[in-house]
């Protein structure tokens, strides 16, 4: 059996809000494996969101940006150990740098963009000044970029500790639809989906579902066959939940996303879909 480490507690833990004692309880149980875990404390009710990870301690800024055409995104997480250096000016004016250098080159890589030169520097040799400058961890933890032949919208909440990049397929839009696209920003934001539509979904996460649900109805006292119908009437839920499109939309509970985008390929004159988006909640594991 795989030795279960505090480390290994105190990741389970963050993941799911699950107690300590539960927690290494679940990872004896799956012999260490830390998703078998997850599953366990669902299943047995101790964990309460084992899917949300905004429970995690790390301070900093996420900021997205886009490219003045709509053409490129980008999405940069900066981590610190304290929320004062989080909010001092020269890490945001840090972050901001490292965004515009990342946002304005081929770069894909960690060591390549902190490589990126900057006037007479560096994005390495900046960060060594922060460094110097606060005598605390701070590091580039997340980056992501999106490069489309249509649109990318982005939105920073306020306070900066989440932002969301959402890449549509239609060229040009006008004021009326960029407004319609940060509104779907924003859902992704509030909301936080998983997939775009229901078909990304896969056989094996909707069995898992389905089992999750099943034990939990037969642990409420349902007969086995009364839990199963219980189980597959979930999904649907799931899916509403999950997938975007199927969301109802937070500033119009009558609408679906997908009436929402509907709307946009009307205004367009022409079919319109949402090819991708990031999410990114600082301290997320």
């Not at 990741?11 to 997850?38: F, P, S, V």
Request: with cysteine; proline share 2%.
């Amino acid at each position: 059996m795989s030795q279960i480490t505090p480390q290994m507690v105190k990741t389970l833990r963050e993941k799911t809000g699950a107690g300590m004692g539960d927690c290494k309880n679940a990872l004896t149980e799956a012999n260490g494996e830390m998703e078998g875990a997850i599953e366990i404390l669902r299943k047995k009710g101790a964990a309460t969101a084992a899917k949300r990870a905004d429970r995690a301690s790390n301070e900093g800024m996420i900021i997205a940006r886009t490219s003045a055409d709509g053409k490129i995104g980008i999405i940069v997480e900066l981590n610190s150990e304290t929320d004062f250096v989080a909010r001092n000016e020269a890490f945001e004016q840090h972050i901001n740098t490292i965004a515009d250098a990342y946002l304005n080159s081929e770069a894909s890589h960690h060591d390549d963009i902190m490589a990126l030169k900057v006037g007479n520097d560096t994005i390495l040799g900046l960060h060594n000044e922060i460094l110097a400058k606060f005598s605390e961890r701070i590091e580039l933890r997340r980056y992501d970029k999106i490069k489309t032949e249509g649109y990318i919208a982005e939105y920073v909440h306020a306070g900066s500790k989440l932002a969301v990049l959402v890449e549509i397929s239609a060229p040009n839009p006008n004021d009326t639809v960029k407004s319609m696209v940060r509104d779907i920003t924003m859902q992704i934001a509030a909301m936080n989906p998983q997939y775009i539509e229901r078909s990304q979904v896969t056989a094996e996460t909707i069995a898992k579902e389905i089992e999750i649900y099943k034990e939990l109805a037969e642990k409420e006292g349902k007969k086995p066959d009364i839990a199963e119908r219980i189980a597959t009437g979930r999904i649907e839920k799931f899916y509403q939940e999950t997938c975007l499109m199927e969301q109802a939309f937070v500033k119009d509970s009558n609408k679906t996303i997908k009436d929402v985008v509907n709307e946009i390929s009307k205004e367009m004159g022409t079919d319109v879909k949402i090819n991708s988006f990031r999410r990114f909640f600082l301290g997320e594991v």
